[in-house]
């Protein structure tokens, strides 16, 4: 049963875990270690079904492992999902002996944080095994970084339909004013941008306006706002059947996951004329941080190398014109093409 499932045949290794101590239940799945050592969050969700969970761990760890070679990391795909509630089950012990299944997995699995585990669990974690990034001791916050690649992504996108990188008078609008967002918004500006920002916190949208020079936008009128480029930096699923029509821009490219609510969408976009830079690519910066942490460096070369994903984005630009295809499909043919010239993670790392 479990070999023929078609669900997770393209992943290298998928992994129960239990303790009934603390009634920690965890699946860990490997989805490729060509490139080395796979690297993902641990999500911690009160699913419906194990079916469910396994669903979501199969998805996020195969997408990892596109996102880091693109980001050309020497890293594969995991990901892993903590089941139960956080508000019921999350205990200093449970991390404490989730730390010890991923430290069983020597090195295969790095974990990180992710929806409902953070910096604070990771540093329990990291008692227990040294292959944890994220912790208080890291680099810090990856945000302004993720944005840094961000905005040299939309710089490569306008040279690609502009001509020009410099954003001097180009209307950029960002949706979502988080920690990404601000970042992007600050680089924009002083690019000389003209920048409209729009969250559903109207505080928060209030307070940067007092600070900044931008306009600002009611979230719901955000998607049919004429402007160059549209940056989505909330929430995922915003390009979709309903948006799409709305758009009135040049440029789709956000730091947001799953800016598009289903694949197909980039081909849709392309029929509008409309660039949509992959997310997986433009916000894959923030895993340069965290690999950073894992691998050695510095926060400075974490920024260097969120520059250059401007130069890879317009590669894959090029590279679908040159096939007539989305850039999506480019950049999976860049990922795919990487991992392809790898080789497999031999023996388990010691
Ligand atoms: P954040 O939580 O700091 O900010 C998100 C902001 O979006 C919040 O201010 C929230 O109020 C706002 N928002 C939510 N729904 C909205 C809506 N419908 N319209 C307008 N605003 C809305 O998160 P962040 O760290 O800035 O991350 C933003 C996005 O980028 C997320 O999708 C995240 O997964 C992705 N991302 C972040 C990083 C990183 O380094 N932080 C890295 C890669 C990807």
Do not use: W
């Not at 080395?36 to 969700?45: A, E, K």
């Not at 996102?67 to 509630?85: E, F, R, S």
Request: charged residues 25%.
């Amino acid at each position: 049963m479990v070999f023929d499932s078609t669900a997770h045949s393209d992943h290298e290794q998928v992994s129960y875990f239990t303790d009934p101590e603390t009634g920690l239940q965890a699946i860990v799945a490997i989805h490729d270690t060509t490139l080395g050592p796979s690297l993902g969050g641990t999500r911690m969700l009160d699913y419906a079904s194990e079916d469910a969970a396994l669903e979501d761990v199969l998805r996020l760890s195969h997408a990892m492992t596109y996102k880091a070679a693109a980001a050309d990391l020497p890293l594969g795909g995991g990901k892993a999902v903590i089941l139960g509630d956080p508000d019921d089950l999350s205990s200093e012990a449970l991390f404490e002996a989730y730390g010890r299944a991923v430290d069983c997995l020597a090195g295969r699995y790095i974990t990180s944080v992710d929806v409902n585990s953070g910096v604070e669990d990771m540093d329990v974690v990291a008692r227990e095994t040294d292959h944890v990034v994220g912790t208080s001791d890291g680099l810090g916050d990856p945000s302004p970084i993720t944005a840094h690649g961000v905005f040299h992504g939309i710089r490569a996108c306008a040279e690609s339909v502009y001509g020009t990188r410099s954003m001097d008078g180009r209307d950029v609008v960002i949706q979502g004013l988080g920690k990404v967002g601000r970042s992007l918004a600050e680089e924009l500006l002083a690019d000389g941008a003209s920048v409209t920002v729009t969250d559903v916190d109207t505080e928060a949208v209030d307070a940067f306006a007092e600070e900044y020079d931008v306009e600002t936008i009611d979230p719901e009128a955000v998607y049919s706002q004429s402007c160059d480029v549209f940056a989505p930096c909330a929430v995922g699923g915003v390009v979709n059947d309903e948006t799409i029509p709305q758009l009135d821009c040049d440029i789709v490219a956000g730091g947001a996951n799953n800016i598009l609510a289903e694949r197909r969408h980039a081909a849709v976009l392309r029929e509008q004329d409309i660039l949509y830079a992959p997310d997986y690519v433009i916000n894959g910066a923030g895993l340069i941080t965290v690999a950073k942490e894992y691998l050695g460096g510095t926060r400075e070369e974490a920024y260097e190398e969120a520059a250059a994903l401007g130069d890879r984005l317009l590669e894959m630009i090029e590279l679908a014109d040159e096939r007539d295809t989305t850039v999506l499909d480019a950049a999976d043919a860049y990922a795919e093409n990487r991992i392809e010239g790898g080789e497999r993670m031999p023996t388990i790392p010691t």
